[in-house]
């Protein structure tokens, strides 16, 4: 019996979603003395869209961008352009606290063939709301490619008020946000005041955030788990609920193993162990301890991040849902199943 009216059965609940709906914030692989590691880089980005990504952010906070240098975040999306040429978009990470370093690089990612900027709220200086504004739009003004905003206040002190975004909106190449405030309430007032489009920037509120009118994710976990956020999304979008419910469950034990410590290591980490490129993190940060990779190990193994795996163990939670369902969410599911797979082992 489908969960949602018959009136509105086979529509998606979904809005439209103008990067697609799976993306993943990818790291930077580096070498093992510190240096830009571009195969890798090659390398990881087709694993990532194989895995059911259909789109990637490049030298976004998880890809080290406050310690990689402007000619290398240049030389990374010419190559992971390349790389995955038209199969995927690719959304350049270019937000810095300087506006006219900013606009510096968007010029630049405008150059190496970026499909759409991703740019975080001006950090550490903590501008008012209408120094934002005046920064969001200059950006937005400064190439012909679309803008998502990405609030953040966790990381740049400064929230991106609701006024503010309802008339960022009003701008007609802002037209997404990266939400990681964790404020639904207020993310529901500007998903019914505006035609931004949203996406979950919190792995763990990916599902709550899509229940009040989100269109996707941008996500870490994605890193290994794309095959089951992919598979939750579009679950919750056939109007599958319990399905969604299940796969959300399934994928906390990896929600909370990424984010025991910063992401970027512990993301480096899980991929190192599926034998992918990742290489180490750059300083500040530091490479996961022993004990930190052997409880993340544990997590991912507590984790469903296959959608074929849950449906395997979902009959009594309900993550079957309708026949084939697992097994038509995400065709790419194998190649992630297996590096998942060798992450826990």
Not at 241 to 256: D, F, Q, S
Request: contains cysteine.
């Amino acid at each position: 019996m489908s969960e949602v009216p018959a009136s509105v059965a086979g529509m998606s609940a979904l809005p439209p979603a103008p990067f697609g709906r799976m993306i993943t914030a990818m790291i930077t692989p580096f070498t093992s003395d510190g240096g830009l590691d571009v195969p890798g880089a090659a390398a990881l980005a087709e694993h990532l869209v194989d895995a059911g990504n259909e789109a990637l952010v490049i030298n976004g906070t998880t890809g080290e961008s406050p310690t990689t240098s402007d000619a290398e975040k240049d030389t990374l999306l010419r190559v992971v352009r390349e790389a995955v040429g038209g199969r995927a978009q690719i959304i350049a990470g270019v937000g810095t606290n300087d506006t006219r370093h900013t606009l510096e690089l968007a010029g630049a990612a405008e150059k190496a063939g970026a499909d759409g900027l991703l740019v975080v709220t001006p950090y550490y200086s903590k501008p008012p709301q209408a120094g934002l504004l005046a920064h969001f739009r200059a950006v937005a003004d400064a190439t012909g490619l679309p803008t998502m905003i990405y609030d953040i206040p966790g990381r740049s002190g400064v929230p991106v008020a609701t006024e503010t975004l309802l008339r960022l909106a009003e701008h007609p190449r802002i037209v997404a946000v990266k939400d990681a405030k964790d404020d639904l309430a207020g993310s529901s007032w500007v998903l019914a005041n505006t035609g931004l489009a949203y996406y979950s920037g919190t792995d763990v509120l990916n599902l709550p955030l899509l229940s009040v009118g989100a269109c996707g994710v941008v996500s870490v976990v994605g890193h290994v788990a794309a095959p089951a956020i992919r598979a939750m999304i579009e679950a919750f979008g056939a109007g599958e609920v319990g399905r969604a419910i299940a796969l959300h469950k399934g994928l906390l034990p990896a929600y909370e193993g990424i984010f025991r410590t910063q992401g970027v290591i512990t993301a480096k980490a899980a991929l190192a162990m599926a034998g992918l490129p990742a290489g180490p993190v750059r300083s500040p940060l530091v490479d996961a301890t022993e004990a930190e990779r052997a409880r993340l190990r544990a997590d991912l193994a507590a984790a469903v991040l296959d959608p074929a795996a849950a449906a395997a163990r979902g009959g009594a939670a309900g993550a079957a849902g309708s026949a084939g369902g697992a097994a038509s969410a995400s065709p790419r599911s194998d190649t992630a199943a297996a590096a998942a797979g060798a992450a826990v082992s």
